[in-house]
């Protein structure tokens, strides 16, 4: 059983930047695929960005086409974390994200990830 910590959310500025980070519980978390997703309120949870194991000490990064340019994920296996760098946020990046990871065929599906944190909020002001 995965648990997953997520940290690093708050408020900020339109064009400000935030640093999200998971942590994860497991020493097997490197060979997963660690999703970032998000929900804002009356929407459903969508697909931000994953970072995929691609064997021996290759990984993949893969990104929501709303985000791709402002936010770039990434992982340090020897901490057990991923994170997400958001910059150049804007108001309709507000949402609750949450880190989750799991054995993906497909990386933006919900469903297909076993193990989930609990969310941290981030709020954009305009």
């Known amino acids: 059983q995965v648990q997953l910590v997520e940290s690093g959310g708050g408020l900020v500025q339109a064009g400000g930047s935030l640093r999200l980070s998971c942590a994860a519980s497991?020493?097997?978390?490197?060979?997963?695929?660690v999703g970032w997703f998000r929900q804002a309120p009356g929407k459903e949870r969508e697909f931000v960005a994953s970072i995929r194991w691609g064997g021996r000490i290759t990984y993949y990064a893969d990104y929501a086409d709303s985000v791709k340019g402002r936010f770039t994920i990434s992982r340090d296996n020897a901490k057990n974390t991923v994170d997400l760098q958001l910059n150049n946020l804007e108001p309709e990046d507000t949402a609750v994200y949450y880190c989750?990871?799991?054995?993906?065929?497909?990386?933006?599906?919900?469903?297909?990830?076993?193990?989930w944190g609990q969310g941290t909020q981030v709020t954009v002001s305009s």
């Open positions: 497991e020493r097997t978390f490197g060979t997963y695929t």
């Open positions: 989750a990871a799991g054995l993906v065929a497909r990386i933006r599906v919900v469903g297909e990830y076993a193990y």
